[in-house]
């Protein structure tokens, strides 16, 4: 049996300055750190579900990095590997570290770039439908 439709789910870590070289003399208090294989990062989760025919995103979580995978599932449906998606963010779009203190709102950035990726994703569709 092959299953052709569906939401796969996966996440990627953002990354956020874990100096202390700052007014506070702290870290960002939302950012955790997390460990990936023997690496440790610093940071955010995003958390995307892609539709597997379309490659659009819709359903998007933002936490601290050291949130389970698992934890959010129930949010995003099945799981499963979206690197287009994350290559398209982090690549074309610049996505690859943090630009504020705070998860709320890294979080509205976070959306935002999901819609852009969005229609960069659907880009040559739409120009069709303008043409025609």
């Not at 874990?18 to 955790?32: F, V």
């Not at 599932?73 to 994350?86: A, G, I, N």
Request: positive net charge.
């Amino acid at each position: 049996m092959r299953i052709t439709t569906g939401t796969i789910v996966d996440a990627t870590i953002i990354h956020a300055p874990s100096s202390t070289k700052n007014r506070e003399q702290q870290r960002d208090p939302e950012m955790h750190q997390t460990q990936k294989g023997k690496q440790w990062y610093f940071g955010m989760k995003a958390h995307v579900g892609v539709d597997s025919k379309t490659k659009m995103i819709h359903p998007v979580v933002a936490t601290a990095a050291n949130v389970a995978d698992a934890t959010v599932l129930p949010e995003l449906k099945v799981r499963s590997r979206v690197e287009h998606v994350f290559g398209v963010m982090k690549l074309k779009f610049g996505f690859v570290k943090v630009r504020y203190r705070g998860l709320k709102k890294n979080a509205n950035r976070l959306f935002a770039t999901c819609a852009l990726v969005n229609l960069f994703t659907v880009r040559k569709k739409l120009l069709r439908l303008a043409v025609a």
